[in-house]
């Protein structure tokens, strides 16, 4: 039951960032033809001041779409299929505060009527998880939680 659930939540984050790196591209080139239509503008203060905010739109999209990118070579490390018996990247944890996917830190979803969170691996979360085993504790802002399970 927990590989179902592992392989669906990997389908969610392959989704999401797909869905990220499609809306990274459309800005992107939406930002390159405005700065290229800006040079085709008439010339003066007000178009060179369009032309540098233009130029940034491409910089900020080409930069988005970079993280996105990295996000992707993330998702090829998450081997959905292989089982886990310590918290790592790819694991999905079960524990007393909430089940995680450690993977990518797109966010929550639901399967079967239960709450599952994915999340980055430089996330306070994952680092007080990395390396625990089931039945092991750990401690976020003070508070103890146990590891239910691993997969």
């Known amino acids: 039951m ?6 669906i939540l990997y389908q969610f984050v392959s ?13 992107f080139d939406e930002a390159n033809e405005s700065v290229v239509s800006e040079t085709k503008s008439s010339a003066g203060d007000k178009h060179e001041t369009s032309r540098a ?34 918290c790592s ?29 994915c999340v980055g691996m430089n996330s306070p979360l994952a680092q007080a998880l990395i390396n625990l085993k089931k039945g092991e504790s750990y401690v976020i802002a003070g508070k103890k939680f146990d590891i239910l399970s691993v997969q």
């Not at 927990?2 to 392989?7: C, G, N, R, V």
């Not at 940034?56 to 959905?80: C, D, H």
């Open 2 to 7: 927990l590989k179902k659930i592992k392989t």
């Open 15 to 27: 989704d999401q960032i797909e869905s990220k790196i499609n809306l990274a591209h459309q800005v």
């Open 53 to 86: 905010m233009s130029q940034l739109e491409v910089e900020k999209a080409g930069k988005y779409l970079v993280e996105t990118q990295k996000m992707k070579s993330i998702l090829g490390l998450l081997e959905p299929e292989k089982e886990k018996t310590v």
């Open 89 to 117: 990247l790819g694991a999905l944890v079960e524990t007393t505060q909430g089940n995680f996917y450690l993977s990518i830190a797109i966010g929550k979803t639901e399967i079967e009527n239960k709450a599952y969170f």
